[in-house]
C-alpha cells in the first residue's frame, strides 16, 4: 500500500517562496502519475499540477502558471512542489496524489501553507 507523506508547508509573507515535498513509500513511484491539489479556507479542494511519470509532461491551473513548478525525483520517490511569488490566495492545505492505476488515487495527510498580507 502506498503511503504519502508530505512536507515544507509553513507561513510566508506575499512574494516569498516555499518547496514542498511528498516522499512516498510502499509501492512502485515511478510508476504513477503525481501531482498536488489545494483546499482553502471554506473552499472546495482543486486541482493544482501534476506530472507524468516520467517527468516528461506538467500541467498547471492558470493560477499558479508561471509562480509554481510541479518536478519529481525517481530516485528519492519525492514530488516537489515550488511555490514561488505567493500571494495570500495561495493560502490551503495542499495534498499530494498518486495515480496507482485501476482509477485509484493514493492521497497524503496534507500540509498547511499559510500566505500573510
Known amino acids: 500500500q502506498v503511503q504519502l507523506v508530505e512536507s515544507g508547508g509553513g507561513l510566508v509573507q506575499t512574494g516569498g517562496s516555499l518547496r514542498l515535498s511528498c516522499a512516498a513509500s510502499?509501492?512502485?513511484?515511478?510508476?504513477?502519475?503525481v501531482g498536488w491539489f489545494r483546499q482553502g479556507p471554506a473552499k472546495e479542494r482543486e486541482f493544482v499540477a501534476s506530472?507524468?511519470?516520467?517527468?516528461?509532461?506538467?500541467y498547471y491551473t492558470d493560477s499558479v502558471k508561471g509562480r509554481f513548478t510541479i518536478s519529481r525525483d525517481n530516485a528519492k520517490n519525492t514530488v516537489y512542489l515550488q511555490m514561488n511569488s505567493l500571494k495570500p490566495e495561495d493560502t490551503a492545505v495542499y495534498y499530494c496524489?498518486?495515480?496507482?492505476?485501476?482509477?485509484?488515487?493514493?492521497w497524503g495527510q496534507g500540509t498547511q501553507v499559510t500566505v500573510s498580507s
Open positions: 496524489y498518486a495515480d496507482l492505476g485501476s482509477g485509484y488515487r493514493g
Open positions: 506530472i507524468t511519470r516520467s517527468g516528461g509532461s506538467t
Open positions: 510502499g509501492g512502485t513511484f515511478s510508476t504513477y502519475a
